[in-house]
């Protein structure tokens, strides 16, 4: 796909049930940064008058796009469709940059200011969204706008294709959570637009981050054509701390990139779905993926074993996809490091330093089994304490180590203690695994980090012992990863600051 040169409007919609509010939004809007506002008529309490369209629109602050959307495509416009026209032909008169029309109302009827002409569909991607785009570009209109339901970020990706091919300026948006993507990159394509409300709580369509999003977390105003991208894929998503930590890295160490979330539903298919549409755009400039649950399994499978690390293809998860310009793949698995670092710069000691020391590991799910495989690797003596006995043999079985109950874990002798269960996160912050520390441990590591400090670590810090934070893992495995991708050095104390500002530490 050849980019198109431009600009893309940050255009932010006005939701307020008020003339005056609306006019105080906008005035607002303005002050952080927004390049136009859509003045949504259909969100106020009683449909305007020729005095408050004037009181709204004359002499606005910056550009204005005039929407009163219907209801057939998801507005709040319920009156008679007549009525509906009457206000926008008012609204005219008081010569905004755009009037939005939807695809549905014949030209004839259009009022006289230039048109976006417009097409939602809140169910799916349309049948015929080919020859909805293709009757759009033959339309008097000045602006094609397509905006749909994406089933996953693959389907986003049809929208920054729409926006960034047509001959005519468009917005093309995929909506909801699964469709940022297509909002973020608005920009990299030259779409005309994408939408960026003014709080979490004024959006006019599911999925618009917010203008503060866009210029802090996303450094809207540096992103071009050129732009790498990065994100994380899993499901959930939205709660990641993850686009803030690597943005800000990206920024602080001069990289031309964005990092964004990428919601995909469980399930092979639907991560290959994705990786097959991504990799086949090259203007994408996807560049490296962090890979989260419940993913890990299928990125390996995806990227093939001949690929990733050794330990990656023994724990039988891949948490980092690095992507060379050519679509050569590697994965990696930078968990088990973040972990085995963590605690080894507690104790100051080196990996190989473990071989020999007695690591006690509670749990044996998905964290437990990278930490138990890197522990084997480098020679440690592990036994796994679990409620479900089975599963914590089977694990000590696959990489050496013992096994026991859960019930046990208070009478054990070990130097070292890893929680990699989620007993004691964030809400449920007064529960432990343990409700005191045996005397033979020295170290104790939570991998939780919602807390900073949970109720096993408050413990081990009481009784003098060294105490390891998830916080450090969490930031070692995305200093891992950003080196992987950047081939530099992280800025590991922004990233860490990052982390600690988004736990309100």
Avoid at 262 to 267: A, F, K
Wanted: charge should be negative.
């Amino acid at each position: 796909m050849a980019v198109r040169a431009g600009t893309t409007r940050l255009i932010c919609p006005l939701t307020s049930a008020t003339v005056e509010a609306m006019r105080a939004d906008m005035r607002a809007a303005a002050t952080a940064g927004a390049d136009t506002v859509e003045c949504r008529l259909d969100f106020l309490t009683r449909a305007p008058e020729p005095g408050d369209l004037a009181q709204l629109l004359s002499d606005a602050p910056l550009d204005v796009i005039v929407t009163c959307r219907a209801e057939r495509e998801g507005g709040r416009f319920a009156g008679d469709e007549r009525d509906r026209l009457a206000i926008l032909h008012e609204a005219a008169k008081h010569h905004p940059a755009f009037i939005d029309v939807e695809m549905d109302v014949p030209p004839s009827d259009w009022p006289d200011a230039p048109v976006i002409q417009s097409r939602h569909d809140f169910q799916g991607i349309p049948a015929d969204i080919d020859a909805i785009l293709k009757a759009q570009e033959a339309s008097p209109a000045a602006v094609n706008k397509v905006a749909f339901t994406p089933a996953g970020p693959e389907d986003a990706l049809l929208a920054l294709d729409a926006a960034g091919r047509t001959g005519k300026p468009t917005i093309a948006l995929a909506m909801g959570e699964a469709g940022v993507l297509s909002r973020v990159l608005a920009r990299k394509v030259a779409a005309m637009g994408t939408f960026a409300s003014l709080s979490p709580q004024t959006t006019s369509a599911p999925g618009q981050p917010t203008l503060e999003e866009f210029k802090q977390l996303y450094h809207w105003d540096s992103m071009s054509a050129d732009t790498a991208v990065y994100g994380v894929i899993g499901c959930p998503v939205g709660h990641s701390m993850s686009p803030a930590i690597h943005n800000a890295a990206f920024a602080a160490a001069d990289v031309d990139a964005v990092y964004v979330p990428l919601l995909i539903q469980p399930g092979t298919e639907n991560f290959n779905r994705f990786m097959d549409a991504a990799l086949a755009r090259a203007w994408l400039d996807l560049r490296g993926l962090s890979v989260t649950i419940p993913h890990k399994e299928s990125a390996l499978a995806y990227v093939g074993a001949d690929n990733c690390d050794e330990l990656a293809v023994r724990i039988g998860a891949v948490n980092t996809i690095t992507i060379a310009p050519g679509g050569e793949l590697r994965g990696d698995n930078t968990d088990y490091a973040a972990a085995i670092d963590a605690v080894c710069d507690a104790i100051g000691i080196a990996r190989e330093g473990l071989a020999g020391r007695s690591v006690a590991v509670l749990g044996a799910g998905g964290a437990a089994r990278a930490i138990v495989a890197a522990l084997a690797h480098y020679g440690a003596q592990t036994t796994i304490y679990n409620r479900t006995v089975s599963r914590a043999e089977q694990l000590a079985g696959e990489f050496g180590g013992c096994a026991a109950s859960i019930d046990a874990a208070a009478s054990i002798d070990a130097e070292i203690v890893i929680n990699c269960t989620p007993i004691g996160m964030h809400p449920k912050v007064d529960a432990s695994p343990l409700e005191s520390v045996p005397p033979a441990v020295k170290v104790v590591f939570d991998t939780i980090y919602n807390p900073i400090e949970t109720r096993l670590l408050a413990l081990a810090r009481a009784a003098k012992l060294r105490c390891v934070s998830g916080v450090e893992m969490f930031v070692n495995q995305g200093v891992a990863q950003f080196e992987r991708w950047t081939g530099q050095r992280a800025p590991r104390d922004v990233m860490r600051r990052v982390v600690l500002e988004h736990l309100g530490a």
